[in-house]
């Protein structure tokens, strides 16, 4: 047998099984619309017609430091949470609710409880992860680049792992570099229309490590907020 009969059989194998790790190429232009529509889908929303643009809030907030990192204490604003001897810190807090536009919210805190050391200073480090705004180009101030939205495209990869009865698909979304102002996560998402029904995502900025999880509202407006 000739080196050639022998080589070629091994060839064509590995040229299947690369060809079944790539995705079909109708598979690639269904995974490229759903993620049009959701990064669309904020500018299907009327918000003229919509009343219901204040709102009252609770929110319940654990933090948990693992260790201790020299790092934080860098940060003036956890200066005091890195040294102290507690790790779980708890804050309840009732806010006012006003939305602005689909990207901007304004918080206004009523009623704040919290075991952080000299809490109103310590929580200000923290208090910019309880507002998301994922449909915006940031999710977080001018901190975190949202992956649902279209000018950010370029920063993510996306992944459909599973399609639910019901047109209700699971994304998995990751960055394509390295760089703390990128998250990675899952969101579900109502294939039909983009809707971003819940999702969750994890990162670290400032020596912060977080980990959000939302369920966005049902419909108009409030469907753009967690």
Known sequence: MSLVSRILPILLTGLLLFARVLPSPAKRESKMRLVRRIHTYAATVDTTVDSSREAYSYLRTVINVKQRNGLLMSVPSCFLIARSKDRSFLTESYSNVRLVHYDEAVTT????????????????AFSR???????GEYIFGNMLISPFHPRNAKFYSYHIDVVH???????RFKPKRISTQ???????IDGLTGRIISCDFSGEYDHVGFTIKLVMGYKGLQSLFP
Do not use: K, Q
């Not at 805190?109 to 200000?124: N, Q, S």
């Not at 992860?129 to 449909?135: A, F, N």
């Not at 990128?182 to 579900?188: C, E, F, N, Q, Y």
């Open 165 to 171: 009865s019901g047109n209700y698909i699971s994304l």
């Open 182 to 188: 990128l998250v990675r996560g899952t969101a579900r």
């Open 129 to 135: 992860y309880l507002t998301p705004t994922v449909y």
């Open 109 to 124: 805190p009523l009623i704040r409880i919290t075991t952080l050391p000299r809490g109103r200073h310590a929580l200000d």
